[in-house]
């Protein structure tokens, strides 16, 4: 079974705090695909980030880092210095690679509020 | 357009009433998905197109749900007889390629549609 767990529900800190999110996913796969989405209140999700399983280099984008490490089947995601802007429900997603289209399975999300 | 429009933005139906929902996908989008999204939960796949052909429809619910992109741009999402537990937002989603061939990978989403059965 394929399957994406983000424990924390809600996170709260206060602006400029750091702060990380986490993702754990399950799936019999050798190669798969992971995702972070954005969805503000506007509703749509707005792309973040993609890694193939078979690349485990950190990546930093601005203050957004991720740290992907297949032994412990996470897909952590880290904010540096937090904004209110970056108030939002934040998702992890988990995609088989063998061709079903690439369909994405979602974890439940984790809302974060970021205070001034 | 530039982004994935979707109509309604909101819809209450009576349970029992058909109703449909439009996605307008990217101009020149291979890909479209749709998901529902419950309250306070992840999306969840419902069904994949590429171009017209519907290659994987295993998350449709149930026999109620239907989806249809008969010309391989505008999709439509029908639901008939609605009933309470469809309450959801529904999600369509766009994709130039397959996740496999994109060189980022991400999928552009509409804002949805808020289906409410009263």
């Known amino acids: 079974a394929q399957k994406v767990t983000q424990a924390q529900t809600e996170i709260s800190v206060v602006e400029k705090e750091d702060v990380t999110l986490d993702c754990v996913y399950e799936?019999?796969?050798?190669?798969?695909?992971l995702f972070w989405y954005k969805q503000p209140p506007s509703g749509e999700l707005v792309f973040l980030i993609r890694?193939?399983?078979?690349?485990?280099q950190n990546e930093i984008s601005g203050r957004y880092s991720w740290n992907f490490q297949k032994s412990t089947s996470s897909f952590n995601f880290t904010i540096t210095a937090s904004q209110v802007v970056d108030s939002a429900v934040y998702f992890c997603a988990l995609s088989p690679a063998y061709n079903q289209g690439g369909k994405l399975i979602f974890g439940q999300g984790t809302e974060l509020s970021v205070k001034p | 357009g530039a982004g994935v429009s979707q109509s309604p933005r909101y819809k209450v139906a009576k349970r029992g009433q058909d109703v449909a929902l439009r996605c307008d996908p990217i101009s020149g989008h291979v890909s479209l998905f749709w998901y529902q999204q419950a309250l306070g939960q992840g999306p969840e796949f419902l069904t994949y197109?590429?171009?017209?052909?519907?290659?994987?429809k295993s998350g449709l619910p149930s026999d109620r749900f239907f989806a249809e992109r008969p010309e391989g741009s505008v999709s439509t999402l029908k639901i008939q007889r609605t009933q309470q537990e469809d309450s959801a937002v529904y999600l369509c989603?766009?994709?130039?390629?397959?996740?496999?061939?994109?060189?980022?990978?991400?999928?552009?989403f509409g804002s949805g549609t808020r289906l409410t059965v009263v």
């Open positions: 799936t019999r796969d050798t190669t798969y695909y």
């Open positions: 197109f590429q171009n017209e052909a519907q290659l994987d």
């Open positions: 989603a766009s994709s130039l390629r397959l996740v496999e061939q994109a060189p980022s990978g991400g999928y552009t």
């Open positions: 890694r193939n399983s078979f690349d485990e």
